[in-house]
């Protein structure tokens, strides 16, 4: 049945109407500080077609969004709005003439923007509390999988992209890292992909990372915690409408990818793929499922195709034994219009199923209120995340066959805390006036909910961002942590500091 069910949505997406550009661009970073300013312009009611459960955007979707704001802003709207268009615009300026017609030619920019960054980190890892081969250093998370040392650290990102005939793109983001304490500067592909534009749909192959759910702090099923996986993936960069009666669904994305995992685990090699709907029926509610799986590898059983589609859509093989890890969450966001367009959004997840749904719950809840005094210059997140299934132990993250867990590189592909865990998030973020941001932070974490001994982590954080001209942008962070328990030895309690400066500039 669930075979029939993904053949038919497959089917609807060939004769799928685009419902808005459907040109190929470069994909955002997760990181880009364009992700908040949307969030905050939908906020103030200027946006109602974006769907925010499906990650990255490209540059030409978020330009499809901004152009959405510049057309609902009037002279009478907060000055904050007229700000945060203004960024936008310069920032997407290309993306947005190729929007309004401007004819597209070929290009080829070796050098389109360059980041450079520095670190200060003290303090060690910490396994993350649910017996995988995890680790995570807690003040440095979502951020590719990139592993700072302790000491002084210092990164260049460069950024490079061509585009053929609006069809077929490339784009490449090396990094040059040097570290204190480790071995000396080294050149790595941090992430990069070929896309090859067909129709509404893109075809793509390359390093990629993927944000799948309403969480923001964190997510259940993906999120960029881990490095970029190199995969075969299959979207549509633009939402579409689906013919007939379908179309009261409303605007909907989908996503789906083949990757492989790396060989230093217990199952070497096994195959990661993943599956996402995303759809809008109406523009105050956008509902969401994903499902990811691992299968195969070393010592495991091959698959074909329609075995392939069979684990995907959540099935074992015949036979009884335990093929796949797998993972599924459903997800939704709220918006109330009568309530300055807060947003209420959720995760629900399970890593079994029982009866046809997911069984050993996990769930992420959230709230965000874009405008919380007259000016709409401040904005609330408050965001829990739960992922100790009680009466079962650590369950969340780990497999009996593939015993490294649900990681990449030694990192959680899903939210950054991992199993076995629980936090409390709160962030109150300010867009002022001559182009500058803060952000203050708090997150309240409890690892290893199983165990009789339980580490806990307090993290306040303070950031700071300032557009200083057309194309140069400096931000920095600072957070401390007070980690109570760390490894789960009671009364090892240390404070660990971390701090990051950054100056991205564009060409």
């Not at 990094?175 to 992909?193: I, P, Y």
């Not at 060989?263 to 969401?288: C, H, M, Q, T």
């Not at 009866?355 to 996990?362: E, V, W």
């Not at 300032?466 to 490894?487: C, I, K, P």
């Amino acid at each position: 049945m669930k075979k029939c069910v993904f053949l038919l949505v497959a089917a609807l997406l060939a004769w799928a109407t685009p419902c808005f550009a459907v040109s190929v661009s470069a994909s955002l970073p997760l990181d880009s500080w364009v992700y908040p300013a949307l969030d905050k312009l939908e906020g103030l009611g200027l946006i109602d077609s974006s769907l925010k459960g499906s990650r990255p955007y490209t540059r030409l979707e978020a330009a499809r969004l901004t152009a959405a704001a510049r057309r609902s802003h009037s002279p009478g709207s907060l000055p904050v709005a007229a700000e945060l268009l203004r960024d936008l615009e310069r920032e997407l300026g290309g993306e947005l003439a190729e929007l309004h017609g401007s004819p597209v030619a070929n290009h080829f920019q070796p050098l389109r923007s360059a980041s450079l960054s520095h670190a200060w980190r003290e303090g060690g890892d910490s396994t993350t509390a649910n017996r995988t081969n995890a680790t995570q250093f807690a003040l440095d998370p979502n951020r590719q999988g990139l592993n700072f040392s302790e000491g002084h650290n210092g990164q260049l990102i460069l950024e490079s992209e061509a585009r053929l005939w609006q069809r077929l793109h490339f784009s490449a983001r090396p990094l040059f890292a040097v570290q204190e304490q480790g071995t000396d500067g080294s050149w790595r592909l941090l992430d990069g992909r070929a896309a090859l534009g067909l129709g509404p749909l893109e075809v793509s192959f390359g390093r990629q990372s993927l944000w799948w759910g309403q969480g923001r702090h964190g997510s259940l099923v993906l999120s960029n915690n881990a490095k970029p996986l190199d995969m075969l993936r299959i979207t549509n960069p633009s939402p579409v409408l689906l013919p007939w009666v379908f179309k009261y669904l409303g605007p909907m994305r989908f996503d789906v990818f083949w990757s492989e995992l790396e060989s230093d685990r217990v199952v070497s090699n096994p195959y990661f793929a993943g599956l996402r709907l995303n759809l809008k029926p109406l523009p105050w509610l956008e509902i969401g499922g994903s499902r990811a799986v691992i299968f195969g590898g070393e010592g495991r059983p091959g698959i074909d195709l329609s075995e392939f589609i069979t684990i995907l859509a959540g099935k074992n093989l015949e036979g009884g034994e335990d093929t796949s890890n797998q993972l599924a969450a459903l997800d939704a966001r709220l918006s109330l219009p009568f309530l300055w367009n807060a947003e209420l959004y959720g995760e629900l997840g399970g890593e079994d199923e029982a009866g046809g749904f997911i069984a050993k719950k996990a769930f992420i809840l959230g709230a965000y209120l874009p405008r919380i005094e007259p000016s709409g210059r401040l904005a609330l997140r408050v965001e829990h995340a739960n992922l100790a299934y009680e009466g079962h132990g650590p369950v969340w993250y780990r497999h009996s066959q593939y015993r490294s867990g649900y990681t990449y590189q030694r990192k959680i592909l899903g939210h950054h805390m991992g199993g076995d865990s629980r936090s409390w998030y709160a962030e109150l973020s300010a867009f002022l006036p001559g182009g500058f941001s803060a952000s203050l932070d708090l997150d309240h974490q409890r690892r290893g909910y199983s165990d009789p001994v339980r580490e806990t982590h307090l993290q306040p954080g303070l950031g700071l961002a300032w557009q200083a001209t057309e194309r140069l942008r400096l931000s920095g962070r600072y957070a401390f942590d007070r980690v109570r328990n760390l490894e789960q030895i009671s009364g090892r309690n240390e404070t660990h500091h971390f701090s990051l400066l950054a100056l991205d500039y564009r060409l």
